[in-house]
T-cell receptor, first 109, second 113 residues
Framework: GQNIDQPTEMTATEGAIVQINCTYQ??????LFWYQQHAGEAPTFLSY????GLEEKGRFSSFLSRSKGYSYLLLKELQMKDSASYLC??????????FGAGTRLAVHP | ETGVTQSPTHLIKTRGQQVTLRCSSQ?????VSWYQQALGQGPQFIFQ?????ENGRGNFPPRFSGLQFPNYSSELNVNALELDDSALYLC???WGPGDQPQHFGDGTRLSIL
């Protein structure tokens, strides 16, 4: 079966660091994507991991452990505009993405 | 802005009707994927089109069908609409069917009465 788990909601303070975890069990794995989705808007691409380790891109970093079926998205120096849903998605091959339900992050002043 | 445009933005239909949703892919992208996103959930893969051929399908019944045109734009058709079809329908384009970042449109919000 296909299963991707993320926390439903998280809250954090402006300027802080937050880590959003994702665990997955899928029949195929070609890579893991993170997307950001503001309410009423399209998902936007944040990161892609195919090898184990940390990928850093500005304030956002993403980590992958294929042996553990685990990834996290790390957001540093949080800003109010980072309040959004964060979607973890596994590619089972040919770019067919299997999405988790998403984590709603609320950033407070 | 991703360059992927979808129309219409909102649509209201009744049970049993048919609907066609449209998507223009980003310039240079030859692959289009369609997703259904229920409220509070992540997108669910419907199917993908690459060079005008269906290139994979998720767990959706045959009344969900699609097309891709020579300019790589795409349509999603849904027949015999059911109440559970109420959702946001997202189109995403990418350069090739491999593991490339997908660029999403803003979606079509479909409501079934």
């Amino acid at each position: 079966g296909q299963n991707i788990d993320q926390p439903t909601e998280m809250t954090a303070t402006e300027g802080a660091i937050v880590q959003i975890n994702c665990t997955y069990q899928t029949s195929g794995f070609n890579g893991l994507f993170w997307y950001q989705q503001h309410a009423g808007e399209a998902p936007t691409f944040l990161s892609y991991n195919v090898l184990d380790g940390l990928e850093e891109k500005g304030r956002f970093s993403s980590f992958l452990s294929r042996s553990k079926g685990y990834s996290y998205l790390l957001l540093k120096e949080l800003q109010m505009k980072d309040s959004a849903s964060y979607l973890c998605a596994v590619s089972g091959g040919y770019n067919k993405l299997i999405f988790g339900a998403g984590t709603r992050l609320a950033v407070h002043p | 802005e991703t360059g992927v445009t979808q129309s219409p933005t909102h649509l209201i239909k009744t049970r049993g009707q048919q609907v066609t949703l449209r998507c223009s892919s980003q310039s240079g992208h030859n692959t289009v994927s369609w997703y259904q996103q229920a409220l509070g959930q992540g997108p669910q893969f419907i199917f993908q089109y690459y060079r005008e051929e269906e290139n994979g399908r998720g767990n959706f019944p045959p009344r969900f069908s699609g097309l891709q045109f020579p300019n790589y734009s795409s349509e999603l058709n849904v027949n015999a609409l059911e109440l559970d079809d109420s959702a946001l329908y997202l189109c995403a384009s990418s350069w090739g069917p491999g593991d490339q970042p997908q660029h999403f449109g803003d979606g079509t919000r479909l409501s079934i009465l």
